[in-house]
């Protein structure tokens, strides 16, 4: 059974920082190319960043300088950095796992809630 948990999430201050784990278990993780999306209330999900299986990333125009993405294949675990957060960082954070052998094999966490307020 394949499972992508995420956890970090919470509330934070304009300007603070945190970091989003999403630990996968059930599938080949070195073999997936991994990647974070969100959505805020009333709005699509948007892709925030993705980790190619050769560690490239790629990232929103919107959290680039800010967000970084790694990943851990010893640890079967995907982390997403988050800094200078703002209020329009405020969304569910998913974590997203794609095959990266066969297309459309495509895998998602439950979420985690991210809130930046003061």
């Known amino acids: 059974q394949v499972q992508l948990v995420e956890s970090g999430g919470g509330v934070v201050q304009p300007g603070g920082s945190l970091r989003l784990s999403c630990a996968a278990s059930?599938?080949?993780?070195?073999?997936?190319?991994m990647g974070w999306y969100r959505q805020a209330p009333g709005k699509q999900r948007e892709l925030v960043a993705t980790i190619s299986t050769g560690y490239s990333t790629k990232y929103a125009d919107s959290v680039k300088g800010r967000f970084s993405v790694s990943r851990d294949n010893a640890k079967n675990t995907v982390y997403l950095q988050m800094n200078s957060l703002k209020p329009e960082d405020t969304a569910v954070y998913y974590c997203?796992?794609?095959?990266?052998?066969?297309?459309?094999?495509?895998?998602w966490g439950q979420g985690t809630q991210v809130t930046v307020s003061s």
């Open positions: 997203n796992a794609a095959s990266s052998a066969v297309a459309g094999i495509i895998y």
């Open positions: 059930g599938i080949t993780f070195r073999g997936y190319a």
